[in-house]
Nanobody, 115 residues
Framework: QVQLVESGGGLVQAGGSLRLSCAPS????????MAWFRQAPGKQRDMVAA???????DYADAVKGRFAISRDNAKNTVFLQMNSLKPEDTAVYYC?????????WGQGTQVTVSS
């Protein structure tokens, strides 16, 4: 069974930066979109950023201008560069891959931004 493995989360002060990475445990065929979601305690899981196989990107309004999503198709890896972090960015961040046969979720990585 394929697993998505995230890394790069942690504790950072407000204004700081983090870079998240997500890669599958083995090669996945037919990946279309890659995306990052986040879920804060007591809140629903929301999309943060997404990138299509064409490279087209989409961002939640709350992170536009601060976060950047990118992908390495050769390595089936997606990245999320997070700059100018705010305490309200604190959440568990999940990656998601959408493929021709279904979708996969990562296990989540905690991002905590202190004020």
């Amino acid at each position: 069974q394929v697993q998505l493995v995230e890394s790069g989360g942690g504790l950072v002060q407000a204004g700081g930066s983090l870079r998240l990475s997500c890669a599958p445990s083995r090669n996945i065929f037919g990946i279309n979109a890659m995306a990052w979601f986040r879920q804060a305690p007591g809140k629903q899981r929301d999309m943060v950023a997404a990138i299509a196989s064409s490279g087209t990107t989409d961002y939640a309004d709350a992170v536009k201008g601060r976060f950047a999503i990118s992908r390495d198709n050769a390595k089936n890896t997606v990245f999320l560069q997070m700059n100018s972090l705010k305490p309200e960015d604190t959440a568990v961040y999940y990656c998601r891959f959408t493929t021709v046969v279904g979708g996969y979720w990562g296990q989540g990585t905690q991002v905590t931004v202190s004020s």
